[in-house]
Every structure is written in structure tokens, then in C-alpha cells.
Nanobody
Framework: QEQLVESGGGLVQPGGSLRLSCAAS????????IGWFRQAPGKDREAVAC????????YYNASAKGRFTISRDNAENTVYLQMNSLKPEDTAVYYC??????????????????WGEGTLVTVSS
């Protein structure tokens, strides 16, 4: 059974850090990319960071650059999002997503065809 399971969300104060984890199971090992998206209350879902499983290239949105780091543990088939210097505007449900190739070759953070259930991150004092 194909499954993406996120963990690591929670309440953190502004300026704090969190590390999100996403365990992928049941997928063929040749999926193309995996990454993190988020949806804040009343806003559209947006891409945060993605990593290619082909060449290791990464994408970060403007807000995440310099503060967030995406990484992948191939042995554990897990992707992480280290989030530092968190701001209240980072508050959102964070989703893990994977591109198994349903849409052919896609740019990073596009063409995701499998999604996790999400984990809530709240940044507040």
C-alpha cells in the first residue's frame, strides 16, 4: 500500500525550529521527486521545498530559502524538512507529496500524484 506519513508538527514560538519527517512506503524506488507543501488558513496550497531523487537538486520557495532545508534519507525512504527561524506566517498544515511519474517529467514541485494527510505547524507566542 502506497503511503506517505508526516510527523513532527506542533506548536513552536517565533524564532524556533521544527523538523518535519515524511516516511514513504509502498512506492517503487524510482519515484522522481518528493517534497513539502503547505496550506495556511484561508490561503491556497503552496510549494515549500522539493528534492529530486534523480540528481538531488532542490527547489525552495522564496519564503523558505535560507531558513528551511529539505533532505532525504535514502535508506529509510524518508524526507525531512528542517525549519529554522520560524515566523507566525509559517503557520499552516504541511503536506508531504511525491511524484511517481503519472504526469511524465515535471519540474520540481510540479506533477505530484501522491499526498500525505498533513501535519499542523503553529508558530505562536
Amino acid at each position: 500500500q502506497e503511503q506517505l506519513v508526516e510527523s513532527g508538527g506542533g506548536l513552536v514560538q517565533p524564532g524556533g525550529s521544527l523538523r518535519l519527517s515524511c516516511a514513504a512506503s509502498g512506492f517503487p524506488l524510482d519515484y522522481r521527486q518528493i517534497g513539502w507543501f503547505r496550506q495556511a488558513p484561508g490561503k491556497d496550497r503552496e510549494a515549500v521545498a522539493c528534492i529530486s531523487t534523480i540528481d538531488g537538486s532542490t527547489y525552495y520557495n522564496a519564503s523558505a530559502k535560507g531558513r528551511f532545508t529539505i533532505s532525504r534519507d535514502n535508506a529509510e525512504n524518508t524526507v525531512y524538512l528542517q525549519m529554522n527561524s520560524l515566523k507566525p506566517e509559517d503557520t499552516a498544515v504541511y503536506y508531504c507529496a511525491l511524484d511517481a511519474g503519472s504526469w511524465g517529467s515535471q519540474p520540481l514541485c510540479h506533477g505530484m500524484d501522491h499526498w500525505g494527510e498533513g501535519t499542523l505547524v503553529t508558530v505562536s507566542s
